[in-house]
């Protein structure tokens, strides 16, 4: 099992940037697909981005392609997203996932705590 811990949230301006990032306990993170997830206040859950096991494939939902980027670093069993240009829509709570086996929207089998992002207008 790993147990992802979000950190890096904070309040921006619009049009800031924000570096989350996503440690995963044990040695194995490496071999777990990673995505991040969000819910604003009131709306359901939905789908930011995914990187696969090795890191060579990505994913974004249309509404962050080209402002976000994620990546990770296995030997420090971290997973990063940044985040430029934010808008006040990206304003929600931003959850790290990880699964052995399942990639992209998931659904995956353990989840973070969380880590809140306000972006101010």
């Known amino acids: 099992q790993v147990q992802p811990v979000e950190s890096g949230g904070g309040l921006v301006q619009a049009g800031g940037s924000l570096r989350l990032s996503c440690v995963g306990s044990?040695?194995?993170?490496?071999?777990?697909?990673v995505g991040w997830f969000r819910q604003a206040l009131g709306k359901e859950r939905e789908f930011v981005a995914a990187?696969?096991?090795?890191?060579?494939?990505?994913d974004y939902a249309n509404s962050v392609k080209g402002r976000f980027t994620i990546s990770r670093d296995n030997a420090k069993n971290t997973v990063y997203l940044q985040m430029n240009s934010l808008k006040p829509e990206d304003t929600a709570l931003y959850y790290c996932?990880?699964?052995?086996?399942?990639?992209?929207?998931?659904?995956?089998?353990?989840w973070g705590q969380g880590t809140q992002v306000t972006v101010s207008s």
């Open positions: 044990g040695r194995t993170f490496s071999t777990y697909h």
């Open positions: 990187i696969s096991r090795s890191g060579t494939i990505t």
């Open positions: 996932a990880a699964d052995p086996r399942k990639y992209g929207m998931g659904p995956y089998d353990y």
